[in-house]
């Protein structure tokens, strides 16, 4: 008789994020193929956005990003309070290596929208037709993988992931953020956004 031997996945709070950024970069490289793609691009990197903000305020221990509703069941705390936790000294006093950082006027404008405007609505998606217009997707992308740099390096997200993990979560938001800037959309985008020269 064979016997089989169980196989086992494990993954934490950092893997799970991890994953995510790895995901979100794969489809990445497929959207000027498959522009629909952008839709996964949009709903790995929330996922891993989140993944990374629950990690960093997490500290040591795990009640920290949870709550209890009234009867008693532990909820995890939502997108937004996540981020803004990761952000607070008073929350992230329990990490060695958080160092303050302040989010730009732009990032926090592309995570609303890759929040609010986007993947809630894929994630929800009500019966109707759809079309988005896609070139505001390479900034608001850029400014979210940015902030997940920020989030690993300015906390003990840093040393929890540790050797190739570390190593690998900076590789993907730097050959993501490489990808992006030599992207037509991009191109285009900053070209749009350029005032002309007038001549006087």
């Given at each position: 008789m064979t016997?089989?031997?169980?196989?086992?996945?494990?993954?934490?709070?950092?893997?799970?994020?991890?994953?995510?950024?790895e995901?979100?970069?794969?489809?990445l490289?497929?959207?000027?193929?498959?522009?629909?793609?952008?839709?996964?691009?949009?709903?790995t990197l929330?996922?891993?956005l989140?993944?990374?903000?629950?990690?960093?305020c997490?500290?040591?221990n795990?009640?920290?990003v949870?709550?209890?509703?009234?009867?008693?069941?532990?909820?995890?705390?939502?997108?937004?309070?996540?981020?803004?936790?990761?952000q607070?000294?008073?929350?992230?006093?329990?990490n060695?290596?958080y160092?303050?950082?302040?989010?730009?006027l732009s990032?926090?404008?592309?995570?609303?929208?890759?929040?609010k405007?986007?993947?809630?609505?894929?994630?929800h998606?009500?019966?109707?037709s759809?079309s988005?217009?896609?070139?505001?997707?390479?900034?608001?992308i850029?400014?979210?993988?940015?902030?997940?740099?920020?989030?690993?390096?300015y906390s003990?997200?840093?040393?929890?992931l540790r050797?190739?993990?570390i190593?690998?979560a900076?590789?993907?938001?730097?050959q993501?953020?490489?990808?992006?800037?030599?992207?037509?959309?991009y191109?285009?985008?900053?070209?749009?956004?350029?005032?002309?020269?007038?001549?006087?």
């Amino acid at each position: 008789m064979t016997t089989v031997t169980a196989k086992w996945i494990r993954f934490d709070e950092q893997t799970n994020a991890l994953d995510y950024l790895e995901k979100s970069f794969s489809f990445l490289q497929t959207v000027e193929q498959n522009p629909q793609n952008w839709k996964w691009v949009i709903i790995t990197l929330h996922s891993a956005l989140y993944g990374f903000a629950i990690s960093a305020c997490k500290g040591t221990n795990y009640e920290s990003v949870v709550t209890k509703t009234k009867r008693g069941h532990e909820r995890l705390i939502d997108f937004d309070e996540a981020l803004r936790r990761s952000q607070d000294p008073t929350w992230m006093r329990v990490n060695i290596n958080y160092r303050v950082f302040e989010l730009s006027l732009s990032q926090k404008e592309s995570i609303r929208k890759l929040h609010k405007v986007f993947r809630n609505n894929f994630e929800h998606f009500t019966p109707t037709s759809w079309s988005i217009e896609i070139h505001g997707m390479p900034m608001i992308i850029l400014d979210c993988f940015e902030v997940i740099r920020l989030l690993i390096i300015y906390s003990d997200v840093s040393w929890r992931l540790r050797g190739t993990k570390i190593k690998k979560a900076k590789s993907i938001i730097f050959q993501a953020k490489k990808l992006i800037q030599h992207s037509t959309l991009y191109k285009e985008t900053v070209l749009i956004n350029t005032p002309s020269n007038t001549t006087k």
